[in-house]
Nanobody, 123 residues
Framework: QVQLVESGGGSAQAGDPLRLSCAAS????????MGWFRQAPGKEREFVAF????????YYRDSVKGRFTIAREHAENTVYLQMNKLRPEDTAVYYC????????????????WGRGTQVTVSS
């Protein structure tokens, strides 16, 4: 069992940065692929970023490429999402996820989900 707790969300102005953190409980953290999804009110949940268990494979959705960076620190059991050059359309609840199989951009590939953290970007 893995428990994921996000932090770092809040309010920001367009163009500003925010860094989200995901603290994972359990000693098998290093065996899981990790990622971030987000969901805005009235919209479907969408994939944001992925990092493999080794950290050697990383993917992003097109709209965040060049702006967001995902990283993991095994010693701290933590995954980060550095968000730069934020846009109002980045406003959403962001969820940290963990899984071991399946397509990286599909929510059904992940067995564990965090509670979510709100990110609000104003113009």
């Amino acid at each position: 069992q893995v428990q994921l707790v996000e932090s770092g969300g809040g309010s920001a102005q367009a163009g500003d940065p925010l860094r989200l953190s995901c603290a994972a409980s359990g000693r098998t953290f290093r065996l899981y692929d990790m990622g971030w999804f987000r969901q805005a009110p009235g919209k479907e949940r969408e994939f944001v970023a992925f990092i493999s268990s080794t950290g050697g494979i990383i993917y992003y959705r097109d709209s965040v490429k060049g702006r967001f960076t995902i990283a993991r620190e095994h010693a701290e059991n933590t995954v980060y999402l550095q968000m730069n050059k934020l846009r109002p359309e980045d406003t959403a609840v962001y969820y940290c996820v963990a899984g071991q199989r399946g397509p990286y951009a599909s929510g059904s590939s992940y067995n564990y989900w965090g509670r979510g953290t709100q990110v609000t970007v104003s113009s």
